[in-house]
């Protein structure tokens, strides 16, 4: 029984994060971050700064990270620094987060090597979003 409802639980939270998607894609109108906040329920929302160290520049590194954050349904950005490393911010449902602070520390992109990956300035119990996508600054 537990597994079941487990598994409606899990459906419930797809759907939502589909329509929201699904507004976004079409094009409709963009979505407010009060939209999104209406169509999550009661998903609790965060936010955060990344910085990754390591062979993260010229390895398609910002590219992959947006399509994560797009399949994940995470809204913020991205870009190369002076330094070499790449940082950005993420901000979306939490526990979509914890899904993108691992790609962030541990996959990234086929060519990169990650050093480390610092997190910091992490915001929870965010009342709405505050970026309409994720973008790849330059």
Same mark, same amino acid.
């Given at each position: 029984? @537990?597994?079941?409802?487990?598994?409606?639980?899990?459906? %419930?939270?797809? %759907?939502? =994060?589909?329509i929201v998607q699904s507004a976004l894609s079409k094009g409709q109108a963009r979505? =407010?971050?009060? &939209?999104?906040?209406? @169509? &999550?329920?009661?998903?609790? &929302?965060a936010s955060f700064h990344y910085e990754v160290f390591g062979?993260? %520049?010229?390895? $398609?590194?910002?590219?992959?990270?947006?399509?994560e954050a797009n399949n994940l349904g995470i809204v913020g950005w991205v870009r190369?620094?002076?330094?070499g490393s790449v940082e950005g911010e993420a901000h979306g449902p939490t526990a979509k987060l914890a899904l $993108?602070?691992? $790609? &962030? %520390? @541990?996959?990234g992109s086929p060519g990169s090597r990650i050093d480390r990956c610092e997190i910091t300035r992490e915001q929870k119990d965010l009342l709405e979003l505050s970026y309409d996508d994720f973008t790849v600054r330059r």
């Open positions: 029984m @537990h597994i079941i409802l487990a598994v409606t639980a899990t459906a %419930q939270i797809s %759907q939502k =994060s589909r979505a =407010s971050a009060s &939209l999104k906040r209406d @169509h &999550l329920g009661n998903m609790s &929302l062979k993260v %520049q010229g390895v $398609f590194f910002r590219a992959c990270t947006a399509e190369n620094t002076s330094s $993108f602070k691992d $790609f &962030l %520390q @541990h996959r």
